[in-house]
């Protein structure tokens, strides 16, 4: 399960050159395509969907680089957002019509069986048990479990190891919170956002705060002189696009769609709009699962 | 009556009130001087941190989310009352099986947190609720479909269903002591000219209780607004929940919570101040002691 | 049903963390509240407005703001206490202003002729307010108070998304991992908090007989 030292690193270094505020430029220049004329198999979701003209995608409103919610624009914007677009351009439904619906991590399940959005690319990370109840195609992106702190504790804190006793934020009801208590007996400082989090991290009330790497090299990338991501990662997420159970046809149509994005461009350009504000370098796509 | 706690103070009294004001000035500007010193030392009043509120982008996303706390609250409110009215009636019954029960659903209400509520609200129920919001998007003009957010219903309906749970639990509290309230010579007046209990209740007691309880409905009013903020928890798009937007892009916490929180205070002053007006006219029509009893019978009448 | 079973331990620490901010927070807005109460009817105009106008700001700010504006402020102006005190100091702030509002409504509601009498016999106003009107006033207050104080147990929940590890944030956690064992967990958390508001109220109505004057 452990994630590749040499990826790691270099998102890291890749990364920390700085995240400009918060995604903030737009990508009016590579919009993705919006497909015209394709055919779907009749009776499948993807007929329905184009059909219809419309499409509703479960994404995080609160994550910066991934799925955010700009309170100035009131628009979202991050790579899970992009993704969707690229998915949605498949379909030949254009960007205009997507309705974004904020799934917060609890909801993400739920809203899949009931039909209140038809995908979910949510940092969504693809788990057997989350496979028994939805559908998950991917993965798109690579990440795991890691560790923010100040810049001074950098050599102190240099792993999960380390945590026995340490203050460690993360958000109220997440996984990560949950494994920095139980597998490495951290102390737990629940809190409602990560920002929050980054904040008493700053302010010196915690001193590590926890969870997807792709998460923290956003924050770590604001401000690279006062925070640092260290460690490798002690989890492997595999963000992963939910769609609802059992319906293979859709599977592979998503699966065809991210193999399209990876090989001629489209993915690449995703990251560079997003988490590769800085100048980093996009890493290689990762290799998608077979539907089963 | 602070007034008769104290004389009209002579030479020595007016030099005890002298030196008291000065030291408590001094302490209190003092504490607030050095608050504010500090946080300013912090960075805390630099203008990049203000800016963002000059912004006519985030104006119209606190307006909106302003928007959205009273939609959440005046829903609550509407179906808090109906649901508290029904819970009393039941209080009130004569039937063992009707009262019993009514008072358990009360007093459970009232214990149990309003956001262990909301989650299980959410948790349990907000696919239906989604649903019901497709449908009614459907169904309803655009303009009140647009009015009541029915595309939000998944987070809207688990709020407003557990504030409509607690605050009716609430209300039909403050309904029975209005009730009691009412002078027993009017019930017992009706009994004996004959009337049956549900027409005593209708047409002799209820209205003249409303006119005690308003203004502790109307504080329990402003509790709901407050209320609402605990929205946040399920990600409905309130004011917090928009504050926390906000500092996540800008990074400014305290600037954010001080606006927030004057916005909360402006509105739930004016709200109280329907409720202070509310009282001066009742105590004008029924007198101070009335209203004053009325207000001792109705213990939440000090709103939380 | 197992569910909650198997994670009693965990449900119980976080009630005990409940009780503490309760039980500290409880009786700290009670003293304060009392203090505000009798600034708010002092002779000294500065007291008088200070009090007035901390009553009327906190009671319309919600709970979840002041949380905020304590939870992330207080590192501003240079404290760094734990965030359990963090906590209990918002709870305190909040609540003392609802305590100040329900004393000195019972401070109103003693008889006139009680402090009247007082003046006649020379007492200052300190006199006045501690040896005559303020237990006979407590005295009338206690179902108010009761309230209030339940109402505080239900605000301490508010904790679990500032950094203290209470039964809500335990619930939180375990409604993620279980989520078809929804109602058992709401229920079993829910019956703690039950527990504590019926021992209060018990509480409370002992105390009111204790104290009642039979005129």
């Known amino acids: 399960m452990r994630l590749r030292r040499t990826f790691a690193l270099a998102t890291a270094t890749v990364l920390a050159l700085g995240l400009a505020a918060c995604g903030g430029d737009d990508d009016d220049t590579s919009a993705p395509p919006v497909a015209t004329g394709t055919q779907f198999p009749a009776g499948s979701t993807m007929a329905a969907l184009n059909t219809a003209q419309s499409i509703k995608i479960g994404v995080k409103y609160d994550q910066p680089g991934v799925g955010f919610l700009n309170p100035e624009t009131n628009e979202n914007e991050g790579l899970d957002i992009e993704i969707a677009k690229i998915v949605a351009g498949a379909l030949g439904i254009p960007e205009d019509k997507i309705e974004w619906v904020e799934t917060v991590s609890a909801n993400r399940e739920p809203f899949l069986q009931a039909g209140t959005v038809d995908i979910v690319v949510a940092s969504y990370s693809i788990t057997d048990e989350r496979r028994e109840v939805v559908g998950q195609a991917g993965p798109y992106y690579l990440t795991g479990q890691q560790l923010l702190v100040r810049e001074a504790d950098k050599d102190r804190i240099t792993g999960p190891d380390q945590l026995s006793g340490i203050k460690v934020c993360s958000v109220t009801g997440s996984t990560s919170i949950e494994r920095v208590e139980q597998d490495y007996g951290a102390q737990p400082v629940p809190f409602a956002t990560y920002t929050e989090c980054v904040q008493q991290l700053l302010n010196n009330s915690v001193d590590a705060v926890t969870t997807d790497g792709s998460i923290l090299l956003g924050y770590a990338a604001q401000q690279p002189d006062d925070l640092e991501v260290v460690g490798d990662a002690f989890s492997e997420e595999r963000y992963g696009i939910g769609y609802k159970h059992a319906d293979t046809a859709m599977c592979e149509f998503l699966n065809e769609t991210l193999t399209k994005a990876f090989t001629d461009g489209t993915w690449k350009t995703a990251f560079d709009n997003t988490l590769g504000q800085s100048g980093a370098e996009a890493p290689q796509p990762p290799t998608l699962d077979p539907c089963t | 009556m602070s007034s008769v706690l104290y004389d009209v103070p002579g030479p020595r009294g007016r030099r005890r009130t002298l030196i008291w004001s000065a030291v408590s000035t001094i302490v209190f500007a003092g504490l607030v001087a ?9 960075g805390q009043f630099e203008a990049d941190k203000w800016e963002p509120f000059t912004r006519p982008g985030i104006q119209r996303g606190i307006l909106r989310a302003l928007a959205a706390t009273l939609r959440a609250a005046v829903l609550a409110i509407i179906l808090s009352l109906v649901w508290g009215a029904l819970l009393c009636v039941g209080r009130l019954s004569e039937r063992w099986w009707l009262r019993y029960p009514a008072g358990l659903v009360i007093e459970f209400f009232r214990a149990v947190p309003l956001v262990l509520l909301i989650l299980f609200v959410f948790f349990g129920f907000t696919n239906s609720f989604e649903n019901l919001g497709d449908r009614l998007e459907d169904t309803l003009p655009p303009s009140l479909a647009n009015l009541l957010a029915v595309d939000q219903l998944g987070t809207l309906a ?37 009337l049956r209990k549900s027409q ?24 709901v607004l407050k209320d609402t903020a605990l929205g946040f928890v399920i990600a409905y798009l309130e004011l917090v929940r928009q504050g926390q937007l906000i500092y996540n892009q800008f990074r400014n916490i305290i600037p954010t919570a001080i606006v927030v929180a004057t916005i909360y205070v402006a509105v739930n002053m004016t709200v109280s101040l329907l409720a202070t007006w509310l009282e001066a006219r009742q105590s004008r029509r029924y007198g101070r002691q009335a209203v004053a009893a009325a207000e001792a019978a109705i213990p939440e009448a000090t709103a939380f | ?139 009338s207050v206690v179902p108010p108070l009761v309230s209030i104080l339940i109402a505080l147990t239900k605000n301490t929940a508010v904790a679990e998304v500032f950094g203290v ?32 508001t019926l021992t209060i109220a018990g509480l409370g109505r002992l105390l009111e007989r204790r104290l009642v004057v039979i005129r």
Request: charged fraction near 10%; hydrophobic fraction near 55%.
């Open chain 2, 158 to 194: 688990p709020l407003v269903v557990a504030l409509m749970l607690y605050n009716g639990a609430v209300l039909a509290e403050i309904f029975r002591a209005g009730i009691h309230a009412v002078p027993r010579g009017q019930s017992e007046a009706a009994y004996a000219l004959g």
């Open chain 2, 34 to 42: 050095l608050v504010l010193w500090q946080l300013a030392s912090t």
């Open chain 2, 200 to 223: 005593v209740l209708r047409l002799i007691l209820i209205p003249q209780a409303t006119r005690i309880m308003l203004p502790a409905i109307v504080s329990q009013s402003v509790v």
């Open chain 3, 165 to 196: 590890t209470d039964a809500a944030y335990e619930l939180h956690n375990l409604i993620r991992d279980h989520p078809q064992a929804v109602y058992a967990l709401f229920f079993g958390v829910a019956a703690g908090y039950i527990a504590i």
């Open chain 3, 1 to 139: 049903m197992d569910v909650l079973l198997a994670n009693l331990d965990g449900i119980l620490a976080g009630f005990r963390t409940t009780l503490s901010m309760f039980a500290i927070s409880g009786l700290m807005s009670l003293i304060l509240g009392t203090v505000l109460a009798a600034m708010r009817v002092s002779p000294i105009p500065i007291l008088r407005a200070t009090g007035t106008g901390y009553v009327t700001v906190i009671r319309n700010t919600p709970l979840v703001v002041m949380f905020v504006l304590i939870v992330f402020g207080l590192p501003e102006v240079g404290i760094r206490p734990s965030f359990f005190v963090r906590a209990v100091l918002a709870l305190t702030l909040y609540t003392a202003a609802f305590v100040c509002e329900a004393v000195r409504s019972g401070i109103n509601a003693v008889q006139p002729g009680q402090a009247e009498a007082a003046r006649s016999l020379g007492m200052t106003f300190g006199q006045t307010l501690g040896l005559i009107v303020l237990p006979q006033a407590l005295r």
